[in-house]
């Protein structure tokens, strides 16, 4: 798998349900950020979540960190119409300096 | 609320000229970055900058590509001789150290 590897790669789901997207990554990181994206637009900045921190949340959003697992999800909850957009994760690696990865992606599709 | 602007939204040119491209960060911010994202691909990291120099950049960021913070509010990328691969949406982005604000894009098309 690749550094910020999200799945699903596209989520269809009823307003009012929950949606949970989850990344993978594979080298040792600072923190992990979760993006939103609407099409052609562009990165709003959801939730960074740190290395030594295992949950967070902000309003509708809760990310968890997994680090021996390298994994982190993202749950909306109650979602929305409005929800309807890309999501991306970011790893800020663990290099000595600053670089941030992103993942493919995963687009969620929430229908009224 | 403070936002990361750029300039300009839409920047076309030939094969082979020079673009430069404008991001103005949140003020206090130290960490400075440039990204690009092809159409319907994924965003696609560049460079950091902190500290007047780079910090890291990828295998994208060739000697074609250039960044510099010639005040205390402007951070620019230089393509010294565009190709048309180098066409995508441009995004800086800058962190105070709680996570990367991004700009709203520069696409960039050449032709």
């Known amino acids: 798998s690749q550094q910020g590897e999200e799945d699903p790669q596209a989520l269809s789901i009823q307003e009012g349900e929950n949606a949970t997207m989850n990344c993978s990554y594979k080298t040792s990181i600072n923190n992990l950020q979760w993006y939103r994206q609407n099409s052609g637009r562009g990165l709003v900045h959801l939730i960074l979540i740190r290395s030594n921190e295992r949950e967070k949340h902000s309003g509708r959003l809760r990310v968890t960190l997994d680090t021996s697992k390298k994994s982190s999800s993202l749950l909306i909850t109650a979602s929305r119409a409005a929800d309807t957009a890309s999501y991306f994760c970011a790893t800020d690696l663990n290099t000595g300096g600053f670089k941030t990865i992103f993942g493919a992606g995963t687009r969620l599709f929430v229908k009224a | 609320e403070p936002e990361v602007t750029q300039t300009p939204s839409h920047q076309v040119t030939q094969m082979g000229q020079e673009v430069i491209l404008r991001c103005v960060p949140i003020s206090n911010h130290l960490y400075f970055y440039w990204y690009r994202q092809i159409l319907g691909q994924k965003v696609e990291f560049l460079v950091s900058?902190?500290?007047?120099?780079?910090?890291?950049k990828s295998e994208i960021f060739d000697d074609q590509f250039s960044v510099e913070r010639p005040d205390g509010s402007n951070f620019t990328l230089k393509i010294r001789s565009t190709k048309l691969e180098d066409s995508a949406m441009y995004f800086c982005a800058s962190s105070g150290g709680r996570g990367e604000f991004f700009g709203p894009g520069t696409r960039l098309t050449v032709l």
């Open positions: 900058f902190y500290n007047n120099e780079i910090s890291e």
